[in-house]
């Protein structure tokens, strides 16, 4: 599985945008780049997925890079409610599992 | 609509025993995963199903692991003879079961399996 590499950690004042990091350098033409987050005493949660172009829903946005080798998911309002672990995932054609890493605790300051 | 439930919540039992974990998956989702969280590890896949068929077991630690879907539904895990490195968060998630790598994973809140 391709690998991604994502921030420990992030701090961010409530009811600011907040950008989180990913980079993938090794991604495949094949590979959807997907988001989950875990809440505290939660199991992971789906956030937003795509392929080559930005997507964007009612959580959040997803903004991939031309070369498909980072991207940045923005949510653009933060509240306390998205402090969670922020999953960056890359999941090839075909391979249904997902394969998690450490992941980035976010952390909303009031 | 109902989401992926799983039980027990939580499951204390004794080093040597044997163990079963239920998952629930969402109706009509005929694809079926079991993930586990723990401290040391991380989260990381255990078995996929699809319908009642299991293409991908590659992720079960041991024999003594083992898992079922009856009905393309209900799914049970079963650990015999648990140890405490079992002791972990079972989560269980469920997709429509579409081709290709955009499906959505939609999981259940876990049963914590501690092992004493």
């Known amino acids: 599985d391709a690998k991604t590499t994502q921030p420990n950690s992030m701090e961010s004042n409530e009811e600011e945008p907040v950008h989180l990091p990913c980079n993938h350098s090794t991604i495949s033409g094949t590979d959807y780049i997907h988001w989950y987050r875990q809440l505290p005493s939660q199991g992971p949660e789906y956030v937003i997925h795509?392929?080559?172009s930005n997507v964007n829903n009612r959580m959040a946005s997803l903004a991939i890079a031309e070369d498909r080798k980072s991207s940045t998911l923005i949510l653009h309002r933060a509240t306390l409610r998205d402090a969670a672990v922020y999953y960056c995932i890359l999941r090839e054609w075909g391979n249904e599992k997902l394969t998690f890493g450490t992941g980035t605790r976010l952390t909303i300051i009031p | 609509g109902a989401g992926v439930s799983q039980s027990p919540s939580n499951k204390v039992t004794e080093k040597g025993k044997d163990v079963e974990l239920r998952c629930d998956p969402i109706?009509?989702?005929?694809?079926l995963y079991w993930y586990r969280q723990s401290l040391g590890q991380g989260l990381e896949f255990l078995i996929y199903f699809q319908g009642n068929s299991a293409p991908d077991k590659s992720g079960l630690p041991s024999d003594r692991f083992s898992a079922e879907r009856t009905g393309g539904s209900v799914s049970t895990l079963t650990i015999q003879r648990t140890q405490q490195e079992d002791s972990a968060v079972y989560l269980c998630?469920?997709?429509?079961?579409?081709?290709?790598?955009?499906?959505?994973?939609?999981f259940g809140p876990g049963t914590r399996l501690t092992v004493l």
């Open positions: 109706s009509g989702h005929t694809a």
């Open positions: 998630a469920s997709t429509p079961g579409l081709a290709g790598g955009s499906d959505t994973q939609y």
């Open positions: 795509g392929l080559t």
